[in-house]
């Protein structure tokens, strides 16, 4: 009877706990019941159930995607299955999906214990990749509920919009309380976020186990800024497509909302504080400046893959509309010299599958009629390595932003690493190939990508979610793997 349920040989692996710039260990890795058991050169195979020839190429910790949308413009059930096969090409093995009541995702208000428990459904058993969920306290009864979702559930991160005050998820929203299915005698605003970030360190508080998992993300955008300039872009009417979103949305509203965030942390004693998705020169900025402000607040600053590779001009059409906007070129080379710096914490997709149909208005010409976020998670970690390489970013800096980083934040304590006891999971790449990305590769049921064109250097060749192999041979492969991940203990 074999005693080793999976060999990996001849890879090269890259730990985040290496110093940067170390060339990668040559090893053969053992798993046993979705553990890495044993890391080792010439690893004898003969009593292994499996044997995978990893070719030399570089093996990555499975990636953390701390940022996904599974549900927001499809069913639940279909995008765990679908996008969850989208994550396997791009190396991710653990997604950490947001949800919220209101319009999209479940289309329904309420209690999270009775939403919650609908969610957890219509996941299970559909998933490729390992999942969590973030979510976001929409009323005041949400917030009251946090002790119960960390304890009952293991949800550790919650969430703020701070744009929905005056706007909805593409653009001007009529009626805010009809959008987010609130009461009508409450408000989603500056207070409400107060109180949201009040709550969550209380439950910090109360369970001292969870503490140091329990964490609060931030969507940084200020709504009144973004209602006044869309109604500028659109009256003078001189910018068109990605470029007249970005202006509408405008850079500074990010770095405003950052400096009421990080303040109302500070006030309220909240020291877990991540900053979503920076997007802009403006919005890193005001979060160093921040950090610096107050260095009592654990301050996580977020990027996304998008932001990296594209900008308004160099995305394939509106396809590449996104909250927070696409921006100039300058702004994408100041995200990067920050990622050098060290001075961003992770990297993430913020996949949000939205298919073709439902993306684009009767006018496919306005950007403004067009829905915001689109999918990315298969680009994730090739084209972090890729560019990355051309930059001088360390492969071991790689590993941090995509796995490490995320993983100790949000409370994955068997992730994050190849290290002997944690989860096997594991992402091939090879750094020297040379692709193009077209939508109709994608496992996505997007039929479009604003990265369609973009010449790759670097490809996910095998992803492996706890020891089981759901990529290789550029398919996905065997049934859905993927389990839902308590958090915190």
């Not at 909302?257 to 877990?272: D, F, K, Q, R």
């Not at 972090?384 to 304590?413: D, F, H």
Request: glycine share 10%; hydrophobic share 40%.
């Amino acid at each position: 009877m074999a005693t080793t349920e999976l060999l990996l040989k001849n890879v090269r692996v890259v730990r985040p706990d290496a110093p940067d710039g170390t060339e990668p260990e040559r090893a053969d890795i053992a798993v046993n019941d979705g553990t890495i058991v044993r890391i080792a050169p010439d690893l004898p195979g003969d009593d292994a159930a499996t044997v995978v020839d990893g070719g030399g190429r570089l093996a990555f910790p499975g990636v953390v995607d701390a940022h996904q949308h599974w549900g927001i413009y499809n069913e639940l059930a279909t995008d765990s299955r679908t996008e969850s096969r989208a994550s396997a090409q791009g190396g991710v093995t653990t997604a950490l999906t947001y949800m919220r009541t209101g319009q999209y995702y479940l289309n329904k208000g309420g209690p999270y214990r009775e939403f919650f428990p609908e969610v957890l459904s219509a996941a299970q058993g559909n998933a490729y990749v390992d999942y969590a969920f973030h979510l976001a306290p929409m009323m005041a009864e949400h917030i009251d509920e946090i002790p119960y979702l960390v304890e009952e559930h293991g949800v550790t991160s919650f969430k703020i919009f701070m744009f929905y005050g005056s706007h909805g998820l593409h653009g001007r929203s009529s009626s805010q309380s009809d959008f987010l299915m609130t009461p009508p005698d409450e408000r989603y605003d500056i207070a409400h976020f107060e109180f949201v970030m009040r709550g969550v360190q209380r439950a910090r508080e109360q369970l001292a186990d969870y503490a140091p998992h329990i964490s609060l993300s931030l969507h940084c955008e200020t709504a009144e800024i973004m209602t006044a300039y869309t109604k500028m872009v659109e009256r003078e009417g001189n910018l068109t497509g990605l470029r007249a979103y970005s202006a509408s949305r405008p850079p500074h509203s990010e770095g405003l909302a950052v400096t009421i965030a990080s303040y109302l942390a500070h006030e309220t004693g909240l020291p877990n504080i991540n900053l979503l998705h920076l997007s802009s020169e403006k919005a890193l900025s005001a979060a160093l400046t921040m950090a610096g402000a107050f260095p009592h607040i654990d301050f996580r600053r977020e990027v996304t893959i998008g932001h990296l590779l594209a900008d308004v001009d160099t995305a394939h059409g509106l396809g590449g509309k996104v909250n927070p906007p696409l921006r100039d070129r300058a702004d994408v080379e100041a995200l990067w010299r920050h990622v050098l710096a060290g001075e961003v914490d992770w990297v993430v997709s913020d996949h949000a599958c939205c298919r073709d149909e439902m993306k684009f208005g009767a006018d496919r010409d306005d950007i403004f009629l067009a829905k915001s976020g689109f999918g990315g998670a298969e680009y994730l970690l090739p084209g972090l390595v890729g560019e990355g390489l051309k930059r001088g970013l360390p492969l071991q800096q790689v590993a941090r932003l995509t796995s490490w980083n995320p993983a100790r934040r949000y409370g994955l304590v068997n992730k994050g690493t190849i290290a002997e006891g944690f989860d096997a999971d594991i992402a091939l790449v090879d750094p020297d190939a040379n692709w193009t990305v077209r939508a109709a590769d994608s496992e996505s049921t997007q039929e479009y990508t604003p990265f369609e064109g973009f010449a790759m250097t670097a490809r996910v060749t095998d992803t492996f979610v706890r020891g089981n192999h759901v990529y290789k041979d550029g398919a996905v492969t065997g049934d859905p793997v993927g389990r839902y991940l308590r958090r915190g203990r």
